[in-house]
């Protein structure tokens, strides 16, 4: 053997050896290294002087790493040492590199972390000392480099659980897989199908619930795709910050599936890898993208507006969203689930029967993968635990008995639990130094001396393995269930950890927060503890996490401002507002009061960009106020904004008449909204005008036109409404042909309110197609962005749902209503008064549904829960909801005559009527449908049951109707 070849040879053995060493594998092989051929051929070829340099660096970290290696890993890495020919492969094409970073996340342990930390950065400098100008040595050091970047960005998330090492929590989450892979055949199939099912990008996003098996999901199916010669791995945490030249490293294999945990966090890394994805589909590659995440939300919402090519492809027909099933509904599979799972603990365990029977397996909780094991684990220790909160209590009462065994000496089980509490609140904590600070914080902990703080922390470390050299609570629903108890015990656990916390430390407290306010609403009360007095310091990262998390901290941040807000700090939020956010509504409404009460607070005179701002601002807050269903005071902030832009656009017309044409749109909306209807007509037909004077013929005529048309038809101008609509599509369609992701949204309203004309005017089949034509775009819309697009998907399948009734298509109709009504009851949980009018308006249709299928029993429940909330509504709101509060008891009507139940069907068809006659009698042309439908039903009714109609109720409305004989009287509103 040539000294060059041996060179080579005993570089490839050196440089794999380091490359697991660097890559986190905690080994001996230094050690091998010491009295081995390929260190002495290189020694001797550095010389003496590098050989003592070498020989110091190397003696000292195996001393650091001696301790804590395991037999199992030693002979691993003797394994690793045998490899031959890496050389060669790396210089055969950059595939290798791949392929040995693959190797490396297999052998990737818990003291990854100590060895990045303390090992890494001395070898790392022990590399430069090799020679330079040897060319094998130096396509070894190229491959050693960019296997060791692969390796920092993708891991395949397997850690062995040892008894006595590791808590027993680590037995329920995914990354120990202590329980073997269980059930969900059609999603691997499905998985394997879409992997294979050409296309070179392809991205999902898989949603649910916590503790529903998303991870243990993606982690079987990584190890399956590397069995077919896939690199399918997750990414770690740590890459989110990587340069460039990491991420086209990592995107060069031909076959790519990335699963990214977290991707609500995580938004950054997902916008760079989208960001690259078309270079490496250009280069041939695949690549496929899986983002999980607790639910899709603003988060979703604002990766499909982004830019630079990414919300192309988050929108595009290469996206597909999915919500992850329960792993089964079968009591008798659960059992078996169970059965397994309750093996495999009690091996590890090291437990012998008999166990504990299992409980009632048909709950709905039982659905989640997590308390199904956590039933498993304590039947295991001979506990029978039926509800869900119980078995988290039991299974931190197991943890709270290894806290007090494993404690330092001096230190309680609650001091443990509060300092587990205060890394489950970090997320995790990259240091050993760092975490010794955020424990020493703790209340418990305070005036205990360093080296015990020291000790608690390193007992954390070692239970607790993960990303950090500190790391919380897992599985997260544990984790949560363990912070919510810590604060109730001391409530000054919550503010200890945030008057201490770091901007990332704070984001993921607030984060862990709300999920445990989703999970329990009484829960809530800790978001406020948290954000109260912090407002400032914490609005931008409370506002980040309502839109990656969702309610309610958005709810809770708003109250607080309206406490605690400033104009100055509203300035800094404004900017920060998304688009179009549910989570943040409220928010939205307190920060731009707030904003708009500084603007107004100006000094007079007050500049013109200035009178500006403040027009623009009132515009913002009477549609703010009007999301979450403040009527009047969106009203309000709506003439203000078109007053101060009709004096604008009198000193500066071609500036400011658009605005102005803006500012009328919108407060014609808002009277609408309360049933103003005339003077909501005035504004629509004053903003339609200026469009036209202006010759704006594209969206924003098509904006006005769509609110003239809802005007016109609450007057009963129908004719006239149908040919506004239909000119208003046109334009929508037109535009939304050339840029479907902008406006198909806007083509949608545009053909609901085309349906709806159309159906007034008899035309039910041409309704029905245009109907079904905006449910399908708007399904497609919601799909993508399901926050923003679900509330107009509920209220156009009750557009259609009507059209199909209208045909006799009872049972389709009934799917539609139902599936409309379940959203708006979701919504209105949330926002009640934003959605109850919706919820009543949804409840009537299903009632006249049901009615006409002849399920009068389910349609008078229905029908009677509308009335109640439309008894409500009119009450705060008679001119908005008193018309609708008359037809809900005329479906109420219908539903008791069903019944049988003439004299109480009686009573509400005479209410309706007398409701609706004082609006008919002000405005016949608007309501001349409705009043003679009920006019007509009171009147049959009276003489089925023999009697009397009431003379001075219909005389009135008979000379009405007389009047208006020779004028068409047009049809209802979208219900029946």
């Given amino acids: ?180 892979f269980q059930g969900r055949e059609e999603e691997m199939a499905d998985i394997a199908a879409w992997c294979d099912g050409g296309g070179q990008f392809r991205l999902r996003l898989y949603t ?146 008999p166990f504990a029977d299992p409980p009632d397996l048909s709950q709905g909780h039982f659905e989640r993968a997590l308390y199904l094991h956590l039933a498993a684990l304590a039947a295991v220790h001979r506990e029978t635990i039926e509800s869900a909160s119980d078995l988290l209590e039991f299974v931190l009462g197991r943890e709270s008995d290894l806290w007090r065994r494993q404690a330092p000496a001096g230190l309680s089980t609650q001091t443990m639990a509060q300092s587990a509490a205060m890394a489950t609140l970090a997320g995790r904590v990259e240091t050993k130094g760092n975490a010794t600070v955020l424990i020493a914080s703790a209340p418990l902990m305070r005036g205990q001396p360093a080296d015990r703080v020291g000790q608690a922390a390193a007992v954390l470390h070692r239970l607790y393995p993960g990303p950090g050299w500190l790391n919380g609570l897992q599985p997260d629903v544990i984790g949560e269930h363990l912070v919510a108890r810590e604060v109730a015990a001391d409530l000054a656990l919550l503010g200890a950890f945030l008057d201490g916390a770091d901007a990332g430390q704070a984001h993921s407290a607030l984060t862990v927060l709300t999920r445990l306010a989703q999970r329990d609403s009484g829960q809530t009360q800790w978001l406020d503890r948290a954000l109260s007095g912090r407002v400032v310091r914490l609005a931008k990262i409370a506002m980040a996490a309502a839109v990656e998390t969702g309610d309610p901290i958005g709810r809770v941040l708003a109250a607080l401002l309206a406490k605690e807000g400033t104009a100055d700090l509203a300035a800094k939020l404004i900017p920060l507002l998304p688009k179009q956010s549910v989570a943040l509504r409220e928010t939205k409404l307190e920060v731009t009061r707030l904003h708009l009460d500084g603007l107004r607070a100006t000094p007079k005179p007050i500049p013109l960009k200035m009178r500006q701002d403040i027009a623009g601002y009132a515009t913002n807050l009477a549609n703010a106020l009007s999301e979450l269903g403040h009527r009047e005071g969106a009203v309000e902030a709506a003439e203000e904004s078109e007053r101060a832009f009709r004096s604008l656009a009198q000193d500066h017309p071609e500036e400011m008449r658009p605005h102005h044409a803006l500012s009328l749109n919108n407060l014609a909306n808002r009277l609408s909204d309360l049933g103003r209807r005339e003077e909501a007509l005035e504004k629509a037909e004053e903003a339609v005008a200026i469009r036209r004077d202006l010759a704006a013929a594209g969206p924003d005529l098509a904006m006005s036109l769509n609110t003239l048309v809802r005007s016109l038809s609450d007057l009963g101008r ?105 959203l708006y009851r979701g919504l209105a949980a949330a926002r009640p008064d934003a959605f109850r009018p919706d919820v009543a308006m949804s409840l009537n249709n299903l009632a006249n549904i049901l009615s006409h299928l002849g399920r009068h029993e389910e349609a008078l429940e229905k029908a009677e829960e509308a009335v109640a909330i439309r008894r409500d509504l009119a009450a705060a709101r008679p001119d908005a909801f008193r018309p609708y509060l008359a037809i809900s008891l005329g479906a109420l009507h219908r539903v008791l005559q069903g019944l049988g139940r003439t004299d109480d069907a009686l009573g509400a068809i005479r209410e309706a009527a007398e409701i609706m006659s004082n609006l008919f009698l002000a405005n016949p042309r608007a309501f001349a449908r409705w009043m003679q439908m009920m006019a007509t039903d009171y009147m049959e009714l009276c003489e089925e049951t023999g009697v009397e109609p009431d003379a001075t109720l219909l005389g009135p409305i008979a000379e009405a109707f007389h009047a208006l004989e020779r004028e068409a009287t047009g049809g209802a509103t979208d219900e029946s």
């Avoid at 079968?330 to 309750?342: G, H, I, K, N």
């Fill in 208 to 353: 649910g619930a916590g503790g529903m098996g998303k991870t243990r999901l993606w982690m079987h199916a990584c190890a399956e795709l590397a069995e077919q010669n896939w690199r399918a791995g997750f990414l770690k945490a740590e890459a989110d910050g990587s340069d460039p030249a990491t991420w086209d490293a990592l995107l060069r294999p031909e076959r790519l599936l990335l699963v990214i945990d977290y991707a609500e966090t995580r938004r950054d890394a997902v916008t760079a890898l989208l960001n690259r994805a078309d270079a490496m589909v250009q280069r041939g590659s695949t690549l496929r993208l899986v983002l999980l995440a607790r639910g899709t939300g603003d988060w979703w919402q604002e990766l499909g507006d982004a830019g630079g090519g990414v919300g192309d492809l988050v929108r595009g027909p290469a996206s597909h969203h999915t919500e992850i099933a329960p792993l089964t509904m079968e009591p008798d599979r659960r059992r078996v689930y169970f059965d397994e799972a309750r093996q495999a603990f009690a091996e590890l365990l090291e437990v012998e029967g």
């Fill in 718 to 822: 129908r004719e006239e409404a149908l040919e506004k609509a239909e000119e208003a599509s046109l334009i929508y369609r037109d535009l939304a042909a050339a840029r479907p992701d902008t406006f198909r949204p806007e083509l949608a309203t545009s053909l609901n309110n085309l349906a709806n004309s159309l159906s007034d005017l008899g035309r039910r089949e041409e309704a029905l197609e245009k109907a079904e034509e905006l449910v399908a775009i708007q399904r497609d819309l919601a799909v993508a962005r399901p926050d923003a697009f679900q509330p107009d998907l509920a209220g156009y399948l009750n557009t259609l749902a009507n059209r199909l009734s209208d045909l006799g298509r009872g049972d389709e109709a009934l799917e539609k209503a139902e599936e409309a009504s379940l």
């Fill in 1 to 180: 053997m040539s000294k060059d070849e041996a060179i080579v040879k005993w570089g490839t053995r050196l440089m794999t050896a380091l490359v697991g060493t660097l890559a986190g594998v905690p080994t001996e092989a230094l050690t091998l290294l010491l009295g081995s051929e390929a260190f002495g051929g290189l020694r001797d070829w550095l010389g003496d002087r590098q050989r003592q340099q070498w020989e110091a660096m190397i003696a000292d970290q195996v001393a650091t790493l001696k301790a804590e290696v395991s037999e199992e890993v030693i002979g691993t890495v003797q394994r690793l040492l045998l490899t031959e020919g890496f050389a060669e492969r790396v210089r055969a094409g950059a595939t290798d590199a791949h392929a040995v970073a693959r190797l490396i996340d297999e052998q990737s342990g818990s003291m990854a972390a100590h060895v990045r930390e303390s090992a890494a950065p001395v070898l790392a400098s022990m590399i430069t000392a090799l020679p330079a100008n040897q060319p094998d040595l130096e396509a070894l050091l190229a491959g050693y480099r960019e296997a060791h970047a692969l390796a920092s960005l993708v891991e395949y998330r397997r850690v062995r659980w040892h008894k006595g090492l590791h808590a027993e929590t680590g037995l329920l989450r995914a990354d120990f897989a202590a329980v073997g």
